[in-house]
C-alpha cells in the first residue's frame, strides 16, 4: 500500500509516519506540507525514498495512492480530506474529523460519493485499558451505567499555550482539539447514544501576563519565543523544540511559525482548564476536565453503573472495580504495549490498514467524528457564551 502523510508536523511524522514506514504492508511515498523546509527536514527521519508536495492536488495527480493520512492544523482537514476523498483515495484524518459540524458534514458526503473508507484517528480507543474497560462495560460488570467522568491532566499540555492549538480559529478551541479524544471515549464506551445538551466553563487562569513563574528585570522584556528569551535558563517552561525535525528558524522564515513562542505572553483565545458536562437523551451524564497546569500526566476515569463502579488510571495502566455490595475489589493490571500513545498507535494504523483491505469494518467512522465535534463545538459555544447549549442546534 503507498501512503502519502499531509502535514509534516510531530503528530504526522513521529505517529503515522514512521509506523507506516516500519509496517510490512505499507510504503510512504509522498509528503505533502506548505512548508517544504519543514517537510525536507521531516523526510529525513522516515526511511525510503519520498516524493516532496507543497500542493495536494498536484501530490494526488502525480502519485497512485492507496491512502492518504491527513495531520493538518484542524482547520484544513475538512478541505484536505473532500480533496482526497473527490480524487478517490482512502484516508485517516486525525481527530478531530473537522473544526464545525458543518464541516463534519461535508466531509460524510465527500466520503460516501467516493465510496471510499475515511477513518477517524481517535488513538485512545486503541489504548489497552481503555479497550479492556469497554469489556467490562459490554459485560455488565458495572450494570447500566448512568454517570461517567474523565479528568486529564496534562503536564506537556502547558505547550498548547505556544503552539498553533491555541488559537480557537485554527483548532476550534481545546474543546474540540483536546476534547474530542475524551468526548469520543465517553460515546465509544456508552454505545453512542445522542447528545442532549452540553454546559462548559473554562479559562486561561494561569498561562497568562500576569503568571510568568519568574522575575523580571526593569528593561529586559521576557519572550517572544523560548529560544530568544532572555530569562531562558531560569524559566521552569522553557520549551525547546528540535531544529533537526523542522522547528528551527530556517523553517520559521517560511511561514512565521514557531513552536515555542512564549506559553504565558502569546496571544491565545482557547483556555488552560475547564470543565464539560455532557447530558445524553437517554439520561446519562458526562463530565470531563482538562487541565494544562499541572505536575502530572494521566488520564484517569470513574464510571458508576447500577453494579458497582470503575476507577481507571491511563498512566498507571490500572482499572479498580468495585462492586455496589461488596467490599471486595477487583484490580485490573494492564501490561504496557509498546509504541506511540501506550501502544495505541500502532494498533490504529493496523485498524486503517484492515479496513482498506477489507479484512475489518471501519469502526472509527465519519459519523463517530461529527459526534465529538459536535460536542466539542457545543463546549465552545457554552463556555463563549456563558450558556447551556442544547444539541438540537447544532445536529438538528
Not at 480557537?168 to 464506551?189: A, P, Q, T
Not at 486561561?204 to 535558563?233: Q, W
Not at 476536565?289 to 491511563?314: H, N
Request: proline content about 4%; glycine content about 8%.
Amino acid at each position: 500500500m503507498k501512503i502519502a502523510i499531509i502535514g509534516t508536523g510531530s503528530r504526522g511524522i513521529n505517529a503515522f509516519g514512521k509506523t507506516f514506514a516500519e509496517h510490512k504492508d505499507c510504503e510512504v511515498a509522498a509528503l505533502c506540507d506548505p512548508n517544504p523546509v519543514r517537510m525536507e527536514q521531516a523526510a529525513k527521519t522516515i526511511s525510503g525514498e519520498l516524493n516532496l508536495y507543497t500542493d495536494l492536488q498536484e501530490m494526488l495527480d502525480k502519485e497512485q495512492l492507496d491512502a492518504c493520512v491527513i495531520t493538518s492544523p484542524d482547520c484544513y482537514h475538512e478541505e484536505n480530506a473532500v480533496t482526497v476523498l473527490n480524487s478517490g483515495v482512502n484516508c485517516l484524518i486525525d481527530k478531530p474529523l473537522a473544526t464545525t459540524v458543518n464541516g463534519c458534514k461535508n466531509i460524510i458526503k465527500a466520503a460516501e460519493a467516493a465510496g471510499k473508507i475515511a477513518m477517524i484517528g481517535f488513538n485512545l480507543r486503541h489504548t489497552a485499558v481503555l479497550k479492556r474497560l469497554k469489556q467490562l462495560v459490554q459485560d455488565g460488570v458495572l450494570g447500566r451505567v448512568f454517570m461517567i467522568e474523565n479528568r486529564e491532566f496534562y503536564d506537556g499540555g502547558r505547550t498548547y499555550m505556544s503552539r498553533w492549538n491555541r488559537k480557537y480559529e485554527i483548532s476550534g478551541g481545546l474543546w474540540i482539539h483536546k476534547g474530542s479524544h475524551d468526548f469520543d471515549v465517553f460515546n465509544w464506551l456508552l454505545d453512542f447514544p445522542k447528545p442532549a445538551k452540553v454546559s462548559a466553563f473554562a479559562g486561561i487562569d494561569v498561562l497568562n501576563p500576569n503568571n510568568l513563574p519568574f522575575e523580571t528585570k526593569e528593561g529586559i522584556e521576557a519572550g517572544p519565543t523560548c529560544a530568544k528569551c532572555a530569562y531562558r535558563d531560569v524559566c521552569p517552561d522553557v520549551y525547546n523544540p528540535p531544529a533537526e525535525l523542522g522547528w528551527g528558524d530556517d523553517a520559521a522564515d517560511v511561514d512565521g511559525y514557531h513552536k515555542d513562542v512564549c506559553m504565558y505572553l502569546s496571544e491565545k483565545n482557547t483556555h488552560d482548564n475547564g470543565f464539560a458536562i455532557v447530558e445524553y437523551e437517554n439520561g446519562v451524564k458526562a463530565m470531563h476536565m482538562e487541565c494544562f497546569v499541572t505536575p502530572i500526566s494521566d488520564r484517569r476515569y470513574t464510571i458508576v453503573g447500577t453494579k458497582g463502579q470503575a476507577e481507571v488510571s491511563l498512566h498507571e495502566r490500572t482499572i479498580l472495580i468495585r462492586p455496589r455490595w461488596s467490599a471486595e475489589t477487583i484490580m485490573h493490571n494492564i501490561p504496557e504495549e509498546t509504541g506511540g500513545h501506550g501502544g495505541a498507535d500502532p494498533h490504529l494504523a493496523q485498524a486503517f490498514i484492515d479496513a482498506i483491505q477489507g479484512k475489518e469494518e471501519n469502526t472509527s467512522t465519519t459519523e463517530h467524528g461529527l459526534l465529538s465535534t459536535a460536542i466539542g463545538q457545543a463546549a465552545e459555544l457554552s463556555r463563549r457564551e456563558n450558556r447551556t447549549v442544547f444539541m438540537n442546534e447544532l445536529l438538528g
